[in-house]
T-cell receptor
Framework: GAVVSQHPSWVICKSGTSVKIECRSL??????MFWYRQFPKQSLMLMAT?????????EQGVEKDKFLINHASLTLSTLTVTSAHPEDSSFYIC?????????????FGEGSRLTVL | KQEVTQIPAALSVPEGENLVLNCSFT??????LQWFRQDPGKGLTSLLL?????REQTSGRLNASLDKSSGRSTLYIAASQPGDSATYLC??????????FGQGTELSVKP
């Protein structure tokens, strides 16, 4: 099946710093990628839709200036958590849809666990 | 606004038992429905994908059904094994291609 790679898988940073998470589709092209966050014992909440070559679309309540998304190529989207604070600590998961497929199936990365001290 | 609900939130069964996980959604205008498995601290593994025009999909010991008109889906797991222990998530794709998740069912299969 299609593979989506996320990096880093875990990161610890100090409050106030910025952290970048990468999401790559390894064997397919993805014009659209999605970013989710998951708190312990909770489900995945959609943060934003990343569109290749254009601005991301953010869900209600998600600060676009805090969570910067860049989708510069058909295989890479990045999420940058700016000026991170302890409340941003969470599990961030990306997903991608194969542009050449008509099934609409989404493939997920392994997730990135962010801990802000 | 699409809402996805999964029942039960948690389930514990002895090994070998057949079981059913339930998923319901409020807006029947979906493109497809996916069932995922998530192990603790890990990402998601896609189990089954059902298109809106389909009624069921099968993969090994797993069978998923879809009744779009009533907004329901079930995931049937036959002859459960301890390795099946995980959280199972149901998600629907609606307008804009967004995948909306339910809260998940945490399954524990006891040896």
């Amino acid at each position: 099946g299609a593979v989506v790679s996320q990096h880093p898988s875990w990161v610890i940073c100090k409050s106030g710093t910025s952290v970048k998470i990468e999401c790559r589709s390894l064997d397919f092209q993805a014009t659209t990628m999605f970013w989710y966050r998951q708190f312990p014992k909770q489900s995945l909440m959609l943060m934003a839709t990343s569109n290749e070559g254009s601005k991301a679309t953010y869900e209600q309540g998600v600060e676009k200036d805090k969570f910067l998304i860049n989708h510069a190529s058909l295989t890479l989207s990045t999420l940058t958590v700016t000026s991170a604070h302890p409340e941003d600590s969470s599990f961030y998961i990306c997903s991608a849809r194969d542009s050449s497929s008509n099934t609409g199936e989404l493939f997920f990365g392994e997730g990135s666990r962010l801990t802000v001290l | 606004k699409q809402e996805v609900t999964q029942i039960p939130a948690a389930l514990s069964v002895p090994e070998g038992e057949n079981l059913v996980l339930n998923c319901s959604f409020t807006d029947s205008a979906i493109y497809n429905l996916q069932w995922f498995r998530q192990d603790p601290g890990k990402g998601l593994t896609s189990l089954l994908l059902i298109q809106s025009s389909q009624r069921e999909q099968t993969s090994g010991r797993l069978n998923a059904s879809l009744d779009k008109s009533s907004g329901r889906s079930t995931l049937y797991i036959a002859a459960s094994q301890p390795g099946d222990s995980a959280t199972y998530l149901c998600a629907v794709t609606g307008g804009g291609g967004k995948l909306i998740f339910g809260q998940g069912t945490e399954l524990s299969v006891k040896p």
